[in-house]
């Protein structure tokens, strides 16, 4: 039986596969930073792949939903919750203003 694929295993291929036939990447300013984004579908999930101009460490981004069903922005994996929720609101209005 095969080894599951991790997230990151899944984002590399879908990244591949996106280059040749799927969205186009855009920028999204931020305070302190551009960044190049990707939106990406895995495991039927809407995820931003964001890779920074200034070379920090590039974020995974997606809305969650909490137990009262409020959204937010998360990182995947958790762990950078504080830029996930700027880097989601930049890419949120950037697709609200590009429809």
Same mark, same amino acid.
């Given at each position: 039986m095969a080894k599951p694929r991790s997230f990151q295993q899944q984002m590399q291929t879908s990244l591949l596969l996106e280059k040749e036939e799927g969205p186009q990447p855009f920028k999204i300013e931020l305070e302190d930073d551009t960044a190049l984004v990707v939106e990406q579908t895995i495991n039927g999930r809407r995820v931003f792949y964001?890779?920074?101009?200034?070379?920090?460490? #590039?974020?995974?981004?997606?809305?969650?939903?909490?137990?009262? !069903?409020?959204?937010?922005? /998360?990182? *995947? #994996?958790?762990?950078?919750?504080?830029?996930?929720?700027?880097? !989601?609101?930049?890419?949120? /209005?950037? *697709?609200?203003s590009n429809r």
């Amino acid at each position: 039986m095969a080894k599951p694929r991790s997230f990151q295993q899944q984002m590399q291929t879908s990244l591949l596969l996106e280059k040749e036939e799927g969205p186009q990447p855009f920028k999204i300013e931020l305070e302190d930073d551009t960044a190049l984004v990707v939106e990406q579908t895995i495991n039927g999930r809407r995820v931003f792949y964001a890779q920074f101009k200034s070379g920090k460490r #590039p974020l995974v981004v997606a809305v969650a939903e909490d137990r009262q !069903g409020t959204k937010f922005w /998360t990182s *995947i #994996p958790e762990g950078r919750q504080q830029e996930a929720e700027i880097v !989601g609101k930049a890419v949120a /209005t950037y *697709i609200r203003s590009n429809r």
